[in-house]
């Protein structure tokens, strides 16, 4: 068997690795959810777990809370709520924003959804059992980006 051609180019590789494994995850977290019967997408069980908490949720607020962009958030939003999962209404203090809600389908299902998460969460833990820094090092590298990002860092080593 050949070696793993992303794991030779080593640093090189790293966001290919990465985007390799997040894909490896979404795959897996979909096919579990067909055998499961449950219909939703892999990104949505953080916008049911922020609005269980949270009960009402401006689309800029969603934005700012999972740190994506506006138009990403409406288009997921959007897809919940062609599925029947959220309910838009406006904002009573300024019609213009609108507010997110979990649906009364949302709501009956969301135990369903809960325990397939649970069970996903355990499988993390079992994943990670071996590597107990992983979360550790992801947080460290999240904060070393937002300090300060990654083409601003390249960009500085192409000039020394």
């Known amino acids: 068997m050949e070696p793993d051609y992303l794991k030779t180019l080593e640093y090189l590789g790293m966001t290919a690795r990465v985007k390799r494994l997040s894909d490896n995850l979404f795959y897996s977290i979909r096919k579990l959810y067909q055998e499961m019967d449950i219909d939703i997408e892999p990104s949505w069980h953080l916008v049911f777990l922020i609005l269980k908490e949270h009960g009402e949720v401006g689309m800029l607020d969603f934005a700012n809370i999972l740190n994506l962009s506006k138009p990403a958030?409406?288009?997921?939003?959007?897809?919940?709520?062609?599925?029947?999962?959220?309910?838009?209404?406006?904002?009573?203090?300024?019609?213009?924003?609108?507010?997110?809600?979990?649906?009364?389908?949302?709501?009956?299902?969301?135990?369903?959804?809960e325990s397939v998460w649970d069970a996903g969460q355990l499988a993390v833990r079992q994943l990670l059992e071996t590597n107990p820094h992983f979360m550790g090092a992801l947080e460290l590298l999240e904060q070393q980006l937002e300090e300060e990002n990654f083409c601003d860092r390249a960009i500085k080593n192409i000039h020394t």
């Open 73 to 113: 958030v409406t288009k997921m939003i959007r897809k919940m709520e062609d599925m029947g999962y959220v309910q838009m209404g406006s904002d009573p203090s300024d019609s213009r924003r609108k507010l997110v809600s979990l649906s009364p389908k949302a709501k009956q299902r969301l135990p369903q959804f």
